[in-house]
């Protein structure tokens, strides 16, 4: 044991190293991180709802997808709800055929 007055003396024992990714201080808490993802859905169904076009809903997650097909049934959006069902549709045989 070394004297907490003695400057001089190194470590005899290295501290073991700690596990795992060190901490960068900039962790979200569990709202902030809903929050996010729930910003970043709003923004692709807004883009997709704006665009009316197809790419913007290649590019959204099933969840997303499922929650603007409820919307457009809501509104009576038939149009836009017709192409979410098709890409929809276009998913689940990629899935299934392992494309």
Known sequence: ??????????????????RGRPATGRALTPAERMRRMRAREAGQMRAAKEYGGVGALVAMNDAALLKLAGDCMRTGDVEMFGLVMNEMFHRTRRNRHGV
Do not use: N, Y
Not at 2 to 8: Q, R
């Open 1 to 18: 044991m070394k004297d907490p007055a003695d400057k001089v003396t190194g470590e005899l024992i290295d501290t073991p190293k700690k």
